[in-house]
């Protein structure tokens, strides 16, 4: 699985966390889930950052484009 790419975030002064990707605001944390997303992102931001955004692979992108439902 590659690399999530294009996360950037900013803390703002009320410390509320503004999380971009690519240019587009994906997610706005306040308080104590504020406090824990700066507290991890230390480690791998961005993977970090598509996690918490919900934005990065699942896995099953292969299977669900073969299913009946999604051909043609």
Known sequence: MGTAQGFGYV???DGTVVITHHGRVAGI???GRAA???AEV???PQLVMAR???N???GNER???R???NQG
């Open 67 to 69: 299913h009946p439902r």
């Open 11 to 13: 803390q703002r002064t």
């Open 52 to 54: 918490w955004t919900g």
């Open 36 to 38: 824990q997303f700066l």
């Open 29 to 31: 944390l306040r308080g």
């Open 56 to 58: 990065y692979r699942r």
């Open 63 to 65: 299977t669900a484009k």
């Open 42 to 44: 230390e480690d791998d």
